[in-house]
Every structure is written in structure tokens, then in C-alpha cells.
């Protein structure tokens, strides 16, 4: 019971701010239109800040992990090789096949990854799990870009690619944590501070934004493609993944990490990025809908499964 309750306090959070942003928008105080411009905004800004402060605060020791980071890196590449082959074998449709190896491989794991850890292993140093993001977002971007371009007929461009991972705000942001950490550089208390409050900002305000997305009205049209996404994106992947972690004995806040990595829904930006490269934005949008509305559920089995193992 006592795993019960603390899995049931660690996702509980996360399912009250989405469903408040829905309400909010059912309510009529913020549009779905205006979610992709809030959640820019969120990103440029509230994020890279929010990065910044847990590196600031970790300890070097336990923030840079290079077994963790190559483990992590090597499975990010796995899932995607099974989402592709898995997509090209199964969906002849060339305007859904991008779309669909993205909402299997791609995770939320910077909007949902923070909070999750910080509340299955409550005191611990996130200093490794926000690591993990500078690492696992640009593979997640990259493949992502590469995928959709390819699927549009495009060649994809290494330089375009490397400048957007070089001006990526999560990254600079992660960068800019890990040289006061490493350089041991400190801050006047007062900048401290208004960062702190900065970032706190971002992981709620992501959450309502994710809410507020909401939109189950074309589910239907793609029942199919979604069963598949839904399974494969909160079952089947974090299913191999985490057992993986379990038998390579990561432990503790890391392996919290890894629930939030492989475990938690489709990205949000994945929809932006179809908007904004071409593919089926509509089943896009609808993988972020079911994918994020199904993962409270998932997460929660997940991460009571393994603290009962004692893992965390």
C-alpha cells in the first residue's frame, strides 16, 4: 500500500493540472489555438531557466553519468529502429508513416520527466534526469526531423540540423546549468532566487497547456492507427526498456528517469513538427490526445510495478 500511495501521489499531480487546463478550456478562458503559441513561449523561456536551476543546485557526481548517458542514448536509437521497421511493415500509407514511428519512439519526457522523478524518489538530486533531457531531446528532434523529411520526399540537411540542436533553448539551457557545475561558478542569492520562481513556472503551466490541447472529437477516424500508437507508445516500449534498465541494475531517481523517458506519452511538439514539415497533422494531434490521456494510467502501473520491486 505504501508503494500504492506514493506511485498514486506521483502521477495524481500530474492528471489534476492537464484535466484543469481542459476544464479551462471547455470554459472557454484559453483556445486550442492558442495552446502551440503558450507552449512556445513555455519552451523559449520557463524551460531552459527551469533546467538551468536543478543543474545549479545538483551535485557534479551525480548529475554527469556516462554509463547512464550511453545506456539512455543506445535505447532512444533501439526504439526508434523498432518503431521503424515496425511502421514500414504494418502502414502503406506514406502521409502516416512519419507520424507514426514519431508517436511511438518520441516521448514527453521533458514536460512530464521532472516532476514524475521528483515525486517517485522525493529529496532526490534530478541532476542526472535533467542531463538526460540535454541528451535525449536532440536524438528525439533529429530522428524526428530526418524521419518527416524523408517520408516528404526531402533530403534531410546535417548542417540545418546540427544549428537547430545548437539554438535549441533546452539545450542552452542544460549547457549553461553544467558549466556552473562544473566551474563551480555561484550567483547572488537574489538571482537564484527569481530563478527558482522562474522555473518553477514551467512544469504546471506545460501541464495545463498539455490539458488544454485536448481534443476527442476525431478519435474515431483513425481508431486503428491509435490502438496501435497507444500500445506500442505506453506498453510495449517502456515494457522492453525498463526491463532492460532493471536488468542493467539502474536504481533510484535514474531509473525514475527512465519510466519518464519510455513510459510517458507522445510529445506534444511531434504535432507541431508535422504542422510545420508536412505528414497527417490531424492523426498527429489525435496520438498526442490519446497517448497523454491513457498515460496516467500506464504511468502509474508502471512505476507501482516497479516500486514494489523496490527499484526506487
Do not use: H
Not at 286 to 307: E, G, N, P, Q, Y
Amino acid at each position: 500500500m505504501s508503494a500504492f500511495y506514493v506511485c498514486l501521489n506521483a502521477v495524481a499531480p500530474i492528471f489534476l493540472m492537464m484535466a484543469l487546463g481542459f476544464i479551462a478550456r471547455r470554459l472557454g478562458a484559453i483556445s486550442r489555438d492558442e495552446v502551440p503559441k503558450l507552449n512556445k513561449l513555455v519552451f523559449r523561456y520557463f524551460m531552459p531557466i527551469m533546467l538551468f536551476y536543478n543543474l545549479y543546485t545538483s551535485d557534479i557526481s551525480s548529475a554527469i553519468q556516462p554509463k547512464l548517458l550511453i545506456f539512455t542514448a543506445l535505447c532512444v536509437l533501439l526504439a526508434y529502429g523498432l518503431s521503424l521497421g515496425y511502421v514500414l511493415l504494418t502502414e502503406k500509407d506514406g502521409n502516416k508513416r512519419g507520424v507514426k514511428i514519431q508517436g511511438l519512439y518520441r516521448s514527453n519526457f521533458v514536460i512530464i520527466g521532472l516532476p514524475l522523478a521528483a515525486q517517485l524518489v522525493e529529496g532526490a538530486d534530478l541532476g542526472c534526469v535533467v542531463v538526460l533531457i540535454a541528451v535525449v531531446v536532440p536524438m528525439f528532434n533529429v530522428l524526428a526531423v530526418v524521419t518527416l523529411e524523408i517520408f516528404n520526399g526531402k533530403r534531410p540537411a546535417p548542417g540545418r540540423i546540427l544549428l537547430d540542436i545548437l539554438k535549441n533553448p533546452l539545450v542552452i539551457g542544460t549547457a549553461a546549468g553544467l558549466v556552473t557545475l562544473i566551474f563551480g561558478i555561484r550567483l547572488p542569492g537574489a538571482i537564484v532566487s527569481a530563478v527558482k520562481q522562474v522555473g518553477a513556472v514551467a512544469n504546471p503551466l506545460l501541464l495545463f497547456l498539455l490539458g488544454a490541447f485536448f481534443e476527442f472529437g476525431g478519435l474515431k477516424r483513425y481508431k486503428k492507427d491509435l490502438v496501435e500508437v497507444c500500445l506500442g507508445r505506453l506498453v510495449v516500449i517502456p515494457g522492453i526498456f525498463l526491463t532492460l534498465a532493471y536488468l542493467v541494475g539502474i536504481r533510484g531517481v535514474e531509473f525514475a528517469g527512465m519510466i519518464a523517458i519510455f513510459g510517458s506519452a507522445t510529445a506534444i511538439a511531434s504535432f507541431t513538427m508535422v504542422q510545420q514539415m508536412g505528414g497527417d497533422d490531424e492523426l498527429a494531434g489525435d496520438i498526442v490526445v490519446s497517448t497523454s490521456a491513457l498515460c496516467c494510467l500506464t504511468l502509474f502501473l508502471w512505476s507501482l510495478l516497479f516500486k514494489s520491486l523496490g527499484i526506487f
